[in-house]
């Protein structure tokens, strides 16, 4: 699986989107971009993933460079329950294959 | 909404004590994950299942064994707790194809 680089930590204020960056420079034609959040004491949520066009839901919305080599994950109103680390993983889409955290972003949302 | 449910929230054992983690998914999924997480280290995989009976290694599997008689339970077993076992435990599971990855809240376990 593709190496990935983010930010140790970001601050947002409340209310204000958050663009979390990664980059994934050595991503293959067959990699996805994952995003997964954790939250204190709680296990990893997934959050969005995407193979070369940007995505949205209900959570955020990845935007993915058309290199596919870095992408930013927005959440577009944060509150303070979006404090948490954030993981950005890259891996293809097969079978028992396991999820490897990097460090991810400490994000902090203020009041 | 898929659920993955772990038996304990908190655990306290003794070293040399035989320790059952259990995990349970309710949503048919094939694939089923134990992770260890430690500060500075990040998350780790011990072991994983990809069907009934069927068992992988992961990159830390010493001193861990696992079982997964039914589909829908992953038992991490330690066979001889010893105190740097002492982690937070993560039970996940996933559909073949590897969309969404689900966890559990997690186990904190603790030898003494």
């Known amino acids: 699986d593709a190496k990935t680089t983010q930010p140790p930590s970001m601050d947002c204020a409340e209310g204000r989107a958050a663009n979390l960056p990664c980059n994934h420079s050595t991503i293959s034609g067959n990699e996805y971009v994952y995003w997964y959040r954790q939250i204190h004491s709680q296990g990893p949520q997934y959050i969005i993933h995407g193979l070369k066009n940007n995505e949205t839901n209900e959570m955020a919305s990845l935007i993915i460079t058309e290199d596919r080599k870095s992408s930013t994950l927005i959440l577009p109103h944060a509150t303070l329950r979006d404090t948490a680390v954030y993981y950005c993983?890259?891996?293809?889409?097969?079978?028992?294959?396991?999820?490897?955290f990097g460090q991810g972003t400490r994000l902090t949302i203020n009041p | 909404d898929v659920k993955v449910t772990q038996s304990s929230r908190y655990l306290v054992k003794r070293t040399g004590e035989k320790v059952f983690l259990e995990c349970v998914q309710d949503?048919?999924?094939?694939?089923m994950f134990w992770y260890r997480q430690d500060p500075g280290l990040g998350l780790r995989l011990i072991y994983f299942s990809y069907d009934v009976k069927m068992k992988e290694k992961g990159d830390i599997p010493e001193g861990y064994s696992v079982s997964r008689e039914k589909k829908e339970r992953f038992s991490l077993i330690l066979e001889s707790a010893s105190t740097n076992q002492t982690s937070m435990y993560l039970c996940?599971?996933?559909?073949?194809?590897?969309?969404?990855?689900?966890f559990g809240s997690g186990t904190r376990l603790t030898v003494v």
């Open positions: 996940a599971s996933t559909l073949e194809g590897g969309y969404g990855y689900t």
């Open positions: 949503m048919d999924h094939e694939n």
């Open positions: 993983i890259v891996r293809v889409l097969q079978g028992a294959q396991k999820l490897v």
